[in-house]
């Protein structure tokens, strides 16, 4: 596997890759933290995987979410 699908990303990550503030960043780590739970996965408070991140708000293929 590459490194980048290993990486795990904190709020500032993610506000600079989506646009957004760092509350709101947080709020999409543990919404996407939630899910990956309910599937059965280990999580990190405060930390999101990159590819998560990638698949859900830049992918059309995990366009799911209707973000």
């Not at 760092?22 to 933290?33: C, D, P, T, V, W």
């Amino acid at each position: 596997m590459d490194d980048k699908n290993l990486r795990l990303l904190g709020a500032a990550e993610v506000s600079d890759q989506l646009g957004v503030c760092r509350s709101k960043a947080y709020q999409i780590i543990k919404e996407l933290n939630a899910e990956m739970a309910a599937r059965g996965c280990r999580t990190i408070p405060g930390r999101v995987s990159s590819q998560l991140l990638e698949e859900t708000f830049f992918s059309t293929r995990g366009a799911r979410h209707g973000r």
